[in-house]
């Protein structure tokens, strides 16, 4: 028997443990208190999955117009140009708040010009890219990413990190037939250990849910990737686009 119990606040609200997720809460955390839910465990997400790495401009015979030309022609040239500016523009940024939260990212022995010993990073070569470019740990890059992350939020004092809590439904002023535009309150979440229903409100919700790529039969995606947030998102009537773009 499923039974409501407790109302908790916050004033972010973010559904979802992977990358996005955490990332966001670690952001949030410095305007104000952070909820974090996931369905699993916070390391069982796509993120976890991902093996090869991050694309960025680190070596000095790349460029970022280099990377913003092969992103745009691996899109076949659907990709909003604008979007993929700002992101290949950010990325050696994001980087380095990576390597200061504690990823490992693979590193080899470089012997520069003037023949000092130096470490560099290990950059990878993968499909579409141009110049070496891909920062990796090992073939278990979203495991050690996941894991600097996970420990970041919770050593934390301001960011709770709620387990096998599994969102049901976004709860918004329209559902509640409030007058005025449309926003989201909060959510209904299931406790899935005690099969208890909880009422959480938030200044803001961010959807972190991921795609649902196991929607499909044939797919390297987790169980976990089944578009419930997708779903919650349309229910409460936001605007769904490009679900016709999977990595399968």
Same mark, same amino acid.
């Given at each position: 028997m499923v039974t409501e119990q407790q109302r908790l606040n916050c004033d972010y609200l973010i559904i979802g443990s992977g990358c996005a997720g955490l990332t966001a809460a670690l952001k949030a955390v410095k305007f104000g208190s952070v909820l974090v839910i996931t369905k699993k465990a916070a390391a069982d997400c796509n993120s976890s999955w991902a093996q090869g790495g991050i694309a960025c401009v680190m070596d000095s015979e790349d460029s970022m117009e280099s990377h913003v030309q092969d992103t745009l022609k691996a899109g076949a040239y659907l990709c909003k140009e604008d979007v993929v500016r700002r992101i290949v523009g950010a990325a050696p940024a994001r980087i380095e708040e990576?390597?200061?939260?504690?990823? %490992?990212?693979?590193?080899?022995?470089? $012997?520069s010009e003037d023949g000092n010993d130096t470490m560099a990073f290990d950059l990878g070569a993968e499909g579409g890219h141009s110049h070496r470019r891909?920062?990796?740990?090992?073939?278990?890059?979203?495991?050690?990413?996941?894991?600097? =992350? $996970?420990? !970041?939020?919770?050593?934390?004092? %301001?960011?709770?990190?709620?387990? &096998?809590?599994?969102?049901?439904?976004? $709860?918004?002023?329209?559902?509640?037939?409030?007058?005025?535009? %449309?926003?989201? =309150? +909060? !959510?209904?979440? =299931?406790?899935?250990?005690?099969?208890?229903?909880?009422?959480?409100?938030?200044?803001?919700?961010?959807?972190?849910? +991921?795609? !649902?790529?196991? !929607?499909? =039969?044939?797919?390297? &995606?987790?169980?976990?990737?089944?578009?419930e947030g997708i779903a919650m998102a349309y229910r409460a009537y936001c605007e769904i686009a490009n679900m016709e773009f999977y990595q399968f």
């Open positions: 990576l390597i200061e939260l504690g990823v %490992n990212f693979t590193r080899r022995r470089d $012997i891909i920062l990796h740990a090992g073939d278990i890059s979203g495991q050690e990413i996941m894991r600097a =992350l $996970i420990a !970041a939020c919770q050593a934390h004092d %301001n960011i709770t990190l709620l387990e &096998n809590y599994q969102a049901v439904d976004l $709860i918004s002023s329209r559902h509640l037939d409030w007058d005025g535009p %449309n926003r989201c =309150l +909060g !959510a209904f979440v =299931l406790e899935r250990q005690t099969k208890t229903v909880h009422t959480i409100l938030s200044r803001f919700v961010i959807l972190a849910t +991921g795609g !649902a790529g196991k !929607a499909y =039969l044939y797919t390297s &995606n987790p169980d976990v990737a089944c578009g």
